[in-house]
């Protein structure tokens, strides 16, 4: 297929400021034309979506997911990760490097993004920042730019070392890309399966302290602030503490470039949805307090909060149906980012439908500096969702195209369904009503 | 740095119920019991024990009861079994050194394995919080939690109950939330890693009582009383009495009626560093503060004591100790507590997934 003319729709594209009744023609890969209904001049021969009644924006960007290859393929491949996105109305993830082997070199950055992989939507890989992410020895971030690597990171761990993120900051910052960071002074948390505080002395779990999250996003910012003439990006991943949301909100008050993201079982669940141990409640960084959650809405409500990032963290079943304490960490989210966006974000809090889909596309393509996407404007590439926002429908894990199953969120009631998504013009998921 | 100041309150989805226990014969938590479903037990174990013994081990005759023991245990073991076998049933100990657990094999499989084997009903003892939750709910048995991790200990806060009763409220029949009215009992020492004080701070309120904690801040965090009073699934009914901390010793010793010592939980310090002349100063048990601040309490210790560090050997030995008393009422009420798990009737619907049925509010 070159051709397709998404007619009937109402396109919303943040970044170029459209949110009206437009039909979108899409050839070889990019988008062709944008015209008033009817109105396309040049869609002759080509396919016709009609997408009367839904909403056109452009394609979803999750800039955190794990997608387990190379190496632990029975958790989630490379194919069945993306595929979930696709369905999740993403057309390109960012892969995080901690892998078997990691991501640490050009070699397995390339590989991932193989076509033998069987991607269903576009696979932005991000290098280790350090050798075997151990915090010791930073990569060739120059060459990891060049295998095709959108920023570095030692996700899953931090890196630790003043030092060592120090370099890692000033080497990004003269590559042009973000270092992203895990942000937990593991010397605080040992042991720890939760967050810190009533729910875990009740529960007799070691717990996390939120100053495990905050200290070190406080440590990086010093940093930055301390390399300021080198200009470099710090990304903090999956912010999940009110305090470490308050410290990127200072750092950009004081002109620095310090982004961050926010995943939504951080905006929406608390320790207390751990209940009586279930394993699928069990992440990194744990699920917080009430108050901890609701600077996270606060965050994403003012603008402080760059991005919605799912941490889309498959395991494989028998892998959580243990200990709690023994349970790898981590939940699904791709499939039901959206859904759950425009339930709460924009339904229940109010937030404008075209801010949610900016922090779903445009601001996280911004943040990675992904050149063409995260807009549909003329000239770039065809990555399109089309989804239905006023459908409600209840999310069922069992019929998900991810390996894993570790979701909070089956029987959960999602707003906006997603009818068609497109990557680079090629039809990635349908689900016509 | 300051979280900002909450400027609105948002509707958010609500925690789901918990499906939590899945069979009535289950005690996973001093809470899955209600105050008359403490009543009961208690009075069944009375009369299980006055019982003529030929008669009793008629009631659970040739009945499979696996005792799955992750921890070493002397107590609780022994009394569990003696209880279990005190009824007639067959009992079979799996320990972790000496199974297939040392091979690998989960708790879901070795579970699995007990039921095939033709358990009905398993008694855990595990050294992670939670376990008897997941052994429950892959096993699809009663489970009977013989203490898990950090959490709790159920059948030693009933224990503890009886012993407290027959000596503060003795020849009270019934319970109710107000049996244990103005009756302090202070916990002292390691809270943090006690299950035995979980338990019976989870359960002593609810009758009334007082409980007071104390100890110091590297073993009792001050959350310890937020936890007490926080929400929890199928949380039955409000606390009458309430859960307090007093940091000093004697000061606590003044108010209690019932002063329960536990032991340093060496093995689960995780590299805490106490000093133990300092801890001894501020909360040994001694005879000379015993007389002076408390001589008509009752002394009790969920053993293992270690003599000479957290309770003198006077004291342990004392007219004011309980706890030996403690041990023998552990075999009556495990018999009722074991009872219970096989005669309980029919388990309720199980949700056909081994994953919880989540729901938002939506």
Redesign the interface.
């Given at each position: 297929m070159t051709a397709l003319a998404i007619r009937n729709g109402h396109l919303i594209d943040p970044a170029a400021g459209v949110d009206t009744a437009k039909d979108i023609l899409l050839k070889d890969g990019r988008v062709a034309e944008i015209a008033g209904p009817g109105k396309l001049k040049h869609a002759e021969g080509a396919e016709v979506i009609d997408a009367a009644g839904l909403t056109v924006a452009p394609g979803l960007i999750d800039i955190h997911v794990h997608l387990r290859e190379p190496g632990q393929g029975y958790k989630e491949t490379i194919a069945t990760g993306t595929a979930a996105a696709a369905a999740g109305g993403f057309t390109a993830v960012a892969a995080m490097p901690n892998t078997t082997p990691v991501n640490d070199s050009p070699e397995i950055t390339r590989w991932m993004q193989s076509p033998e992989r069987g991607a269903q939507v576009r696979v932005f890989p991000i290098g280790a920042a350090t050798r075997g992410s151990k915090g010791e020895t930073l990569n060739d971030f120059a060459a990891l730019k060049a295998a095709g690597a959108v920023a570095v990171s030692d996700d899953g761990q931090p890196i630790l070392k003043d030092g060592v993120m120090r370099e890692s900051l000033a080497a990004a910052a003269r590559v042009g890309l973000a270092v992203i960071q895990h942000a937990e002074d593991t010397r605080m948390a040992?042991?720890a399966s939760m967050n810190?505080?009533?729910?875990?002395?009740?529960?007799?779990?070691?717990g996390m302290p939120p100053e495990a999250e905050?200290s070190l996003v406080?440590r990086d910012i010093r940093l930055v602030s301390e390399l300021r003439d080198a200009h470099p990006h710090l990304h903090v991943a999956h912010a999940s503490?009110?305090?470490a949301?308050?410290?990127v909100?200072?750092a950009r008050r004081n002109g620095l470039r310090v982004t961050c993201e926010v995943a939504p079982h951080h905006f929406?669940?608390?320790e207390?949805?751990v209940?009586?141990?279930?394993t699928?409640a069990k992440m990194n960084p744990p699920l917080r307090s009430?108050?901890?959650?609701?600077?996270m809405?606060?965050g994403i409500l003012d603008g402080v909060v760059d991005a919605i990032a799912t941490d889309h963290a498959p395991h494989a079943?028998?892998e959580k149906?243990?200990?709690?304490?023994?349970a790898p960490n981590g939940i699904t989210g791709l499939e039901t980012a959206l859904g759950l966006c425009l339930?709460?974000l924009h339904k229940?809090?109010r937030l404008p439908l075209g801010r949610v889909l900016s922090l779903l596309s445009a601001q996280p393509a911004a943040l990675l500096n992904l050149k063409g996407r995260g807009t549909l404007a003329v000239g770039s590439y065809a990555d399109v969702v089309i989804f239905d926002p006023k459908a409600e429908w209840v999310y069922r894990?069992a019929e998900t195209k991810s390996k894993a199953?570790n979701t909070?969120?089956?029987?959960?009631?999602m707003q906006g369904k997603v009818r068609w998504t497109i990557c680079e013009g090629r039809v990635a998921y349908t689900n016509p009503a | 740095m300051n979280p900002q100041p909450r400027r609105r309150t948002f509707n958010t989805p609500a925690p789901p119920a918990s499906p939590f226990p899945y069979h009535p014969g289950s005690l996973l938590s001093i809470l899955d019991l209600s105050v008359d479903g403490v009543s009961r037990l208690l009075a069944r174990a009375t009369e299980l024990e006055k019982q003529d013994p030929l008669k009793r081990n008629r009631i659970l005759a040739k009945r499979r009861i696996a005792l799955l023991f992750y921890e070493s245990s002397t107590r609780t073991r022994t009394s569990f079994e003696l209880a279990a076998k005190a009824l007639g049933a067959d009992t079979t100990l799996v320990s972790n050194l000496s199974s297939s657990i040392e091979k690998g094999e989960s708790l879901k499989d070795t579970g699995l394995t007990l039921r095939a084997l033709g358990a009905e009903a398993i008694i855990l003892r595990h050294n992670s919080s939670g376990a008897p939750w997941l052994l429950e709910q892959s096993a699809r048995l009663p489970v009977l939690n013989a203490g898990d991790g950090m959490h709790e200990h159920p059948t030693q806060a009933l224990l503890d109950l009886r012993t407290i009763l027959a000596h503060l409220r003795p020849g009270v029949r019934a319970l109710g939330a107000d049996t244990l009215a103005g009756v302090t009992v202070t916990i002292v020492g390691d809270i943090l890693h006690s299950r035995v004080a979980r338990s019976n701070m989870l359960m002593l309120p609810r009758l009334g009582a007082r409980v007071v904690l104390c100890g110091p801040k590297e073993l009792l965090p001050e959350t310890a009383t937020q936890s007490a009073t926080g929400t929890l699934p199928r949380r039955q009914g409000p606390a009458a009495g309430g859960v307090e901390i007093e940091r000093d010793f004697e000061e606590a010793m003044r108010e209690s009626q019932a002063i329960m010592m536990l032991r340093i939980q060496a093995e689960r310090l995780a590299g805490l560093q106490l000093d133990l002349e300092e801890y001894k100063a501020g909360y040994q048990l001694t005879g000379q503060r015993l007389a002076a601040h408390a001589p008509k309490a009752i002394v009790m210790h969920p053993g293992p004591i270690i003599r000479g560090m957290e309770i003198t050997a006077g004291v342990a030995d004392g007219v004011q100790s309980t706890i030996l008393e403690q041990v023998t009422n552990g075999v009556a009420i495990r018999m009722a507590v074991v009872e219970r798990a096989l005669t309980a009737g029919v388990p309720s619907d199980r949700s056909p997934s081994p994953g919880w049925k989540e729901g938002g509010r939506a």
């Open positions: 040992q042991g810190l505080g009533p729910a875990s002395f009740r529960l007799g779990l070691r905050s406080e503490t009110a305090a949301v308050a410290a909100r200072q929406l669940l608390t207390e949805h209940g009586l141990y279930n699928h009430a108050a901890d959650r609701d600077a809405i606060e079943p028998h149906e243990v200990e709690f304490e023994h339930r709460w229940e809090w894990v199953r909070l969120f089956d029987g959960w009631t | -």
